[in-house]
């Protein structure tokens, strides 16, 4: 199965919508630089973090504070190369 987003895509991105449902591919600022992501919530962490997950499998996910979090938009799809 091919990725779902390839090196030099262009994306559409919906920034109207500013959190994510877990499971949808997300532009965020992860506190650090900004990244596409999906996320899942870390339950009974303290303090509160989210777990962010590459579209890219071969990435591992990582940890980052809900509090550094700052969704920017829903990836809607990709428009190819520049």
């Not at 550094?68 to 990709?78: D, I, N, T, Y």
Request: proline share 11%; with cysteine; charged share 25%.
């Amino acid at each position: 199965m091919a990725p779902e987003l390839q090196p030099g895509n262009r994306i559409v991105v919906d920034t109207s919508r500013h959190w994510p449902t877990p499971g949808e591919l997300f532009v965020l600022w992860d506190g650090d630089s900004i990244v596409i992501k999906r996320y899942k919530r870390v339950w009974d962490s303290e303090p509160p973090t989210i777990r962010l997950h590459s579209a890219d499998r071969l990435q591992p996910p990582y940890v980052c504070l809900t509090s550094e979090a700052r969704f920017l938009g829903k990836v809607l799809w990709p428009i190819g190369t520049a």
